[in-house]
């Protein structure tokens, strides 16, 4: 029985992955689904792999059928362009003309490329298509600064309740094979086929679309709603924004949590699914038949390991803790999620979390840098900080923002016309410039730096720069306080005289 596809009984052996492999899952499992049905839920997976690729671009997250983390895109909002993000990288993904001038002989242009290979790709595509180009000068190498970016992703809605249900599925079918071929789980493989079938259709998850109607998303519809109907005419699935009954915290950080298991006081077949150990969604598979055993079975899964064994951690338990409470409105808890501003908090502390952990890693970094400190005369010592703070220089500018943008909110009602303007400049973009900032902002940048090396250089001869000093010193802190009394010095000096 166990190597025979849940969905339709035929011979199973498609390899699927038992957590996604776009989300970092690792493992696979050829006695789930046939390869029609597992190829069936890819648009699913799919859905929800896009819904949360920001996160795992700033986790740094690599897909299992990849080489490299997964980036995605979002749009520049001082120069307009598209550009490339993940935890490696940022940069624009297209060439781009900085300034032209025409001359005697043709047009003299600035430009600036993504990589040398896109600057060699381009000059090849001008060569083809006849157009003759002679660079001036050798390509040289500069940062560039970047403002705010916009990345825009819905999150949740009927796909994306349908993928943390087949995902959880699929857990259910790998940790109780016999009950998951029972007709006591069919209705909710109803629901997610039948939910899979609108995800394989243009503008079936709700994107928009212009086209003519398609009627076969009618029809797909149509089944949909009588996939709903054993369910009262609403998913089997929902957010969760109650205390989760598993105190044990995750085994991973930002770690993937599946439960799964049976009540046979009640015989409730239920269902967990936490992504990064922040969003949480609960479900109800159906109801046991008599003789069914209690127990839960959780696997948390670490979505940023490179391959198994330590890719997850599985407990078992004679017990059913993590049953759930079926709502009588399956949306109402996102309803009031969003209207007191609980589910903004879920992402804004998940968001912080991530980027506390990119601020400690780049502590890291500079800390194993900056130890060849004391083995260098002073003037290398100064060179060695100097070129560590270049290299978080994104970070610094960041930090110049927050404090300026703090230090206006400070502001009297009757100064801060006068002074509002300045402030922003200060730290102003200018996408027409090499570095993408304006003069003004790149002597902030300069002066902010200045005053981070000066105290890098004051703790490490005291001996007190460890990582998480540095962690202080390059975030919203200490940092902030050694970058303000220097960004901040000539406007309080105005406003003393």
């Known amino acids: 029985m166990a190597n025979t596809c849940i969905v339709c009984g035929q011979a199973a052996g498609s390899g699927e992955h038992v957590f996604p492999a776009a989300l970092g899952g690792r493992r696979t499992n050829k006695n789930i689904y046939c390869t029609t049905h597992d190829n069936g839920y890819s648009s699913l997976v799919a859905d929800l792999a896009n819904q949360v690729d920001v996160l795992n671009a700033m986790l740094g997250v690599v897909p299992d059928h990849s080489d490299d983390v997964k980036s995605v895109l979002a749009r520049d909002d001082s120069s307009g362009e598209e550009v490339r993000l993940?935890?490696?990288?940022?940069?624009?993904?297209?060439?781009?003309?900085?300034?032209?001038?025409?001359?005697?002989?043709?047009?003299?242009?600035?430009?600036?490329?993504?990589?040398?290979?896109?600057?060699?790709?381009?000059?090849?595509?001008?060569?083809?298509?006849?157009?003759?180009?002679?660079?001036?000068?050798?390509?040289?190498?500069?940062?560039?600064?970047?403002?705010?970016?916009?990345?825009?992703?819905?999150?949740?809605?009927?796909?994306?309740?349908?993928?943390?249900?087949?995902?959880t599925q699929t857990f259910l079918a790998q940790a109780f094979p016999a009950l998951a071929r029972s007709g006591d789980v069919a209705q909710f493989i109803a629901y997610t086929q039948a939910i899979a079938k609108l995800?394989?259709?243009?503008?079936?998850?709700?994107?928009?679309?212009?086209?003519?109607?398609?009627?076969?998303?009618?029809?797909?519809?149509?089944?949909?709603?009588?996939?709903?109907?054993?369910?009262?005419?609403?998913?089997?699935v929902w957010w969760d924004f109650d205390i989760q009954p598993d105190a044990a915290p995750n085994a991973f950080e930002f770690g993937h949590r599946v439960t799964v298991g049976v009540d046979a006081s009640d015989g409730q077949i239920f269902g967990r699914l936490s992504l990064f150990s922040s969003i949480h969604f609960g479900m109800r598979f159906g109801t046991a038949s008599a003789g069914a055993e209690t127990k839960t079975v959780t696997v948390d899964i670490d979505p940023m390991a490179a391959r198994p064994p330590?890719?997850?951690?599985?407990?078992?338990?004679?017990?059913?803790?993590?049953?759930?409470?079926?709502?009588?409105?399956?949306?109402?808890?996102?309803?009031?999620?969003?209207?007191?501003?609980?589910?903004?908090?879920?992402?804004?502390?998940?968001?912080?979390?991530?980027?506390?952990?990119?601020?400690?890693?780049?502590?890291?970094?500079?800390?194993?840098?900056?130890?060849?400190?004391?083995?260098?005369?002073?003037?290398?010592?100064?060179?060695?900080?100097?070129?560590?703070?270049?290299?978080?220089?994104?970070?610094?500018?960041?930090?110049?923002?927050?404090?300026?943008?703090?230090?206006?909110?400070?502001?009297?009602?009757?100064?801060?016309?006068?002074?509002?303007?300045?402030?922003?400049?200060?730290?102003?973009?200018?996408?027409?410039?090499?570095?993408?900032?304006?003069?003004?902002?790149?002597?902030?940048?300069?002066?902010?730096?200045?005053a981070l090396a000066a105290q890098l250089r004051e703790d490490i001869k005291a001996g007190r720069l460890d990582e998480h000093r540095i962690a202080e010193l390059m975030g919203e802190g200490p940092g902030a306080a050694v970058v303000g009394r220097a960004v901040l010095a000539p406007i309080v000096q105005a406003l003393s005289q």
């Open 86 to 167: 993940s935890v490696k990288e940022s940069s624009f993904t297209s060439p781009r003309v900085i300034s032209q001038e025409l001359v005697a002989n043709g047009v003299v242009m600035n430009m600036s490329f993504p990589s040398r290979q896109a600057l060699n790709q381009w000059l090849a595509e001008q060569k083809a298509n006849g157009i003759d180009v002679t660079p001036l000068q050798k390509a040289q190498e500069h940062p560039y600064y970047l403002g705010a970016v916009h990345h825009q992703r819905r999150f949740g809605g009927p796909c994306g309740l349908g993928a943390v249900a087949y995902v």
């Open 199 to 236: 995800a394989q259709i243009s503008s079936g998850c709700g994107e928009p679309n212009d086209g003519p109607a398609n009627p076969r998303l009618e029809t797909a519809r149509q089944a949909f709603e009588a996939a709903l109907a054993p369910w009262g005419g609403q998913a089997p």
């Open 310 to 450: 330590n890719d997850i951690k599985k407990v078992e338990s004679a017990s059913a803790i993590a049953r759930v409470a079926v709502p009588k409105q399956p949306t109402a808890g996102l309803a009031a999620a969003i209207s007191n501003g609980s589910q903004d908090g879920v992402f804004s502390e998940l968001l912080r979390k991530i980027e506390a952990r990119s601020l400690g890693k780049a502590a890291a970094k500079m800390h194993a840098e900056l130890a060849a400190y004391s083995t260098l005369a002073e003037f290398e010592g100064e060179q060695l900080i100097s070129r560590v703070l270049e290299g978080q220089a994104q970070r610094v500018l960041n930090i110049a923002k927050w404090v300026l943008q703090n230090f206006k909110a400070t502001l009297p009602a009757e100064v801060l016309p006068g002074l509002q303007p300045t402030i922003d400049a200060m730290t102003a973009h200018d996408p027409s410039s090499t570095n993408g900032l304006t003069p003004m902002a790149s002597a902030t940048l300069a002066l902010a730096i200045g």
